[in-house]
């Protein structure tokens, strides 16, 4: 009965939170809203190898609308301590207006990290080739530094984090896209890891600037 009634302490808790946050994100006056669920599923083949299955949902137009999946593929090497690789493949779907449009993307990412006191630091490049409906392939680089503060705190252990990724579109050759993440990771389940998120995402087009505010949940397996 203790373990029931701290779930569902921890699931109002969440739904509040939910509910709060989104009044604090429409008092900015962004262009949307959007909840962002994504869950990824990992197995170990070895101390250096891992496969992985990903599946993201988005929705948009004030959470109310299903605009976005993508079911992703991935292969991970630890190169040493600090550094690995990734081959990935995702199958992306998405409502532009009227049209819904698919995209294949294979990518490749190398990553590394490591520690401060504290502090763990980690960054990421990754390059995607963006195999698009009824448009040209394009190449497409993202990157993405993040830093987590502390062990776990309370009994819940709680990490916070800060995050940011850089999008540049080899096609336009330009920056067109960055997003900004406030977070907390939960460590006291055994089962799975969730994420929390808070998400400023904002994109560039013809000179002028669309900002979106995303809630989002990430469950890691």
């Known amino acids: 009965m203790k373990i029931v009634k701290q779930m569902i302490i921890k699931l109002i808790s969440n739904i509040l939170y939910l ?20 869950e990824k599923f990992q197995k170990i083949i070895n101390d250096k190898t891992s496969l992985s299955l990903e599946q993201d949902f988005r929705s948009g137009e004030n959470m109310s609308k299903l605009l976005y999946l993508h079911a992703d593929f991935g292969f991970r090497r630890s190169l040493n301590k600090s550094y690995s690789i990734n081959l990935n493949f995702r199958e992306v779907f998405e409502q532009k207006g ?45 990157d993405m530094i993040s830093l987590n503060y502390g062990k776990g705190f309370t009994s819940l252990k709680l990490v916070p984090y800060l995050a940011n990724e850089f999008f540049y579109d080899f096609e336009k050759n330009e920056y067109n896209r960055n997003r900004f993440y406030v977070g907390i990771k939960v460590g006291s389940i055994k089962s799975f890891k969730p994420t929390i998120y808070i998400l400023i995402q904002t ?16 469950f890691n397996f």
Do not use: C, M
Request: charged residues 25%.
């Open 203 to 218: 994109k560039i087009a013809n000179d002028s600037f669309t900002h979106i505010g995303v809630l989002g949940f990430k």
């Open 98 to 142: 009227q049209n819904l449009t698919r995209e294949h993307r294979p990518h490749v990412q190398i990553a590394w990290k490591g520690k401060s006191g504290q502090f763990s630091i980690s960054s990421r490049a990754r390059l995607e080739y963006r195999i698009r409906q009824g448009k040209d392939s394009v190449f497409r680089n993202r």
């Open 19 to 38: 509910f709060a946050l989104k009044g604090i994100l429409f008092a900015q006056g962004l262009d949307d809203i959007q909840f962002w669920h994504a």
